[in-house]
């Protein structure tokens, strides 16, 4: 819609070494001034199923902003413009820049753990492009990026849950009277991995205060293909619960292991590997009983501001056009243009970049995956979203989702009790 010397400058050869993006329009009429948002998002690679319902919620969001958005008197058309990190952080920050630099794009969302939150943000904050972010925890998005406290940053925004949530729904889920305080934790060698193992911000000096022993044998490299030695140490330490971060395919490398060495824990808890149907129904009945984070489910009790679907219709409507079990991600996916639609609407000048941050700043809406208001944060730039903790416990028609602790969201029902694997 706009021009920006800071961004124009430098366009010249930059955008035209980059592919071509993936687009996805959404205009109303012709006529109408045009909001650009660009959207940042792992479609393919080991990350590509946070990113699985892409298609199914940008076309939700196209519809819904068919008409345009109403601002000041006018209707702006909305053009939203989506590439792939290919779950590579170098790739994320070079798509983020072509949006900005290239397509000049008004505001830029971004989702999907920090190895596409943290670069598309860094690349927002050096071309004062207005930034808002999900599926991150906010201690891995904003240290990660070597935040300070003290002052935050000014062009990007981020909502999500922390460590600190993540860490008071395992201790919960964890504990059990047959169960051992001896835990074994698997932490990759990357910004999600670091800030979980980290020992002051991460779960050491929690679990250390609780009364849980934590054997860290260190971290791994991702994509790593041998897990012995830090199977042989859990054994060692006879560790009765595993957690840790990983990527699917590094929990399946480990597990697979585990089982072929005679390692059987009584809880397994893993984050993010564990959020998708696909990764447990492809370890088959060795998928049973697995526990993790639950961001959002079919069952929480939030609508979008945008259509006026509960959280069920939204899954509901991902399964019947798909033909596959929702997923996490869908609510934040769709949050994100929740906000965008918001912002859009509130902004005192659309022409102008800081009346763009001051709405985002002065955010407070309901969103399909709890209230967005950046007042209420924890701290500069970010705001959080209700956590509880399950586990997958297989049915007669498949794998099933269960909240089985809800003590740090009570507005979320639960839906069974922990099962200890055999």
């Not at 924890?378 to 989702?401: H, R, S, Y």
Request: hydrophobic share 40%; glycine share 8%; proline share 7%.
């Amino acid at each position: 819609m706009k021009f920006k010397s800071t961004r124009r400058q430098v366009v010249g050869g930059l955008a035209a070494t980059l592919a071509v993006p993936a687009v996805i329009t959404t205009r109303a009429y012709s006529a109408n001034p045009t909001i650009k948002v660009g959207h940042v998002s792992p479609r393919t690679g080991p990350l590509a199923g946070f990113a699985e319902a892409d298609d199914f919620v940008l076309k939700g969001i196209q519809d819904a902003l068919a008409a345009g958005i109403d601002n000041n008197g006018k209707t702006y058309a909305v053009e939203i413009i989506s590439k792939d990190s290919q779950s590579n952080p170098n790739r994320a920050a070079e798509v983020a820049v072509d949006l900005m630099l290239g397509e000049e794009v008004d505001i830029i969302v971004a989702a999907s753990t920090p190895d596409t939150t943290n670069p598309v943000a860094d690349q927002a904050e050096i071309n004062e492009v207005p930034c808002i972010t999900t599926d991150c925890p906010w201690q891995p998005y904003f240290f990660g990026r070597n935040g300070d406290p003290a002052t935050g940053f000014q062009y990007t925004y981020h909502f999500f849950w922390g460590l600190e949530d993540v860490i008071a729904n395992f201790l919960s889920l964890w504990d059990h009277p047959d169960v051992s305080k001896s835990i074994g934790g698997l932490f990759p060698n990357d910004a999600d991995g670091n800030a979980w193992g980290h020992p002051e911000l991460g779960f050491p000096k929690p679990l250390a205060e609780a009364g849980f022993t934590l054997t860290d044998p260190g971290r791994y490299q991702p994509l790593n293909d041998d897990f012995s030695n830090y199977i042989a140490a859990f054994k060692e330490a006879e560790c009765e619960i595993v957690t840790g971060n990983m990527i699917p395919p590094d929990f399946a490398t480990f597990w697979a292991q585990a089982a072929q060495q005679d390692f059987h824990p009584k809880i397994v808890t893993i984050g993010k590997a564990l959020l998708f149907p696909s990764v447990i129904e492809s370890l088959g009945d060795r998928g049973d009983g697995l526990t993790s984070e639950i961001w959002w489910t079919p069952s929480h009790p939030f609508s979008s501001s945008l259509t006026g679907e509960s959280a069920m219709d939204l899954a509901n409507g991902y399964t019947a056009e798909n033909g596959r079990p929702w997923t996490q991600p869908i609510g934040f996916k769709h949050a994100l243009f929740e906000v965008v639609r918001d912002v859009i609407a509130r902004s005192a000048d659309l022409e102008d970049p800081m009346a763009i941050l001051d709405a985002i700043r002065t955010t407070d809406l309901s969103t399909i995956v709890g209230d967005v208001n950046w007042a209420n944060g924890p701290i500069a730039n970010v705001t959080k979203t209700p956590l509880v903790a399950g586990q997958w416990q297989k049915q007669d028609n498949g794998f099933e989702l269960v909240v089985t602790t809800n003590s740090q969201a009570p507005q979320i029902s639960l839906g069974g009790e922990l099962q200890l694997l055999n």
